[in-house]
């Protein structure tokens, strides 16, 4: 059984948490003449209130409602509390986003008991650590999990018992990947609901909606196959770092490239990951920002290969800059078990990847300070200092 589970009205809530006094009224999550509400306690959506609408539209709605900054740090705070306290329940735990997560309970009803129960144990919990209210869905399947979660909030609890029963239920709107197009195609031959879409048949959904329709169809059938996967946490490694004074120096550019290359690498190896896209991320004088992507034909955790890549990335750039900010990232991520072909790599490779293991004993042992590449220990310009930035 696979759950998932959703904070109600998060920011909203936290926001009524840290200021009991404004408890019941309508908080509005976002200020500004040109802002976007961010998050509606249920007070506010009473009035129709939305998140992502204009703030002085929210405003005209609910003239009454408590507009709120943004504490992005203190959301941050309380939603890692969340997710250790779904950790209690299951290692397996996926976190989407800063309030949702999937949780794969696969073998835990011997100490949780039934679907309901786990899942009235996990709102009990939540609401007695954190004084928080969340909605949580129980499937079989990720995304029926999903759809269950939204269908009663907020304090829902919704569990899927009977797959067939269930599906008979679900409008294709609720179904994620089904975008306005795909429902106005759909809708012109008369299909609102998911179950409908079997009527049509598999080659005919593909012929309407191509990839997409072959994941339909499973879905119609109650299949999906995406499991909960906790390496999918950690999405991108990327390492920047703004220059003191702005360069176009292409030796300079490239040596930075090096450094942050094999500092991305080690943290990939680290963390068991390999990626295939490599980002590249420049920001001009001006403080316009750009990047650009590089799909290797293999994922890779080596720091030859992620600057290999970055440098064609910056030579083949229209611009020659000046530069303010360079960066490189690697994306795509997967564990060696998900990369095909692992085993068969060429002999050139398996050179590098011992001189990758015996810089990751080093650093180890020594710590960050010690190993440099050859390329790396050209002095920078003196005058150039060089702040560095990690982002996961
Ligand atoms: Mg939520």
Redesign the pocket.
Known sequence: MLAHV???A?YASVEALDRPELAGRPIIVGMGKRGVVSAASYEARAKGVRSAMPVFQARRLCPEGVFLPVRKERYGQMSKKVMQILKEFTPLVEQVSV??AFLDLTGTSGLWGSAHETGAAIKARMRAQTGLVCSVGMAPVRFLAKIASDRDKPDGLTVVQDLEAFLKTVSLKEVPGVGKKAQAKLGQLGLRRLYDVRTLGQKRLEGLLGVYGRRLWELSQGIDPTPVSVEREVKSISHEVTLSEDSKDPDLLQRLLLGMSSKVARRARSGGVLGRTVTLKLKHSDHRQITRSHSLGEATDLAEEIYEAACKLLTSYSSEGPFRLIGVGLSNLKTPEQVQGWLLSDKGREKLKAVAKAEDELHKRFGSGVLKRAGEMAPLDRKQKVKHNEAE
């Open positions: 959703d904070m109600d998060f309030d949702e």
